[in-house]
């Protein structure tokens, strides 16, 4: 993996989870598949796999550029910029 330009603006330590799931899910009374972390300011939306790819969602909305995979025992991140892994 290799860093791109987003991954050092990132804060140190890496934001707390506002939720354990996602609150979007949620309040539509639907079921995420997997679960993406925000590295900017905590928030947690579901992948593209799930209904209404809340993660997403939340880069389009907020220009966060990179999320982290919120599933056990996975570590790996995202730039929704870049479009790669970081």
């Known amino acids: 993996m290799s860093e791109c330009p987003h991954v050092p ?5 890496e934001p707390a989870p506002l ?7 949620l309040a539509a009374g639907s079921h ?3 679960l993406r972390l925000c590295l900017v300011c905590g928030h947690v ?6 209904p209404f790819r809340h993660a997403t969602g939340h ?28």
């Open 19 to 25: 939720n354990d799931t996602c609150p979007e899910c």
């Open 59 to 86: 880069f389009e909305e907020t220009g966060h550029p990179v999320m982290r995979s919120f599933e056990p025992g996975e570590t790996w991140r995202w730039c929704f910029v870049d479009q790669r892994i970081v």
């Open 45 to 50: 939306g579901c992948c593209d796999s799930s």
């Open 9 to 13: 603006e990132l804060p140190r330590p």
């Open 32 to 34: 995420p598949v997997q």
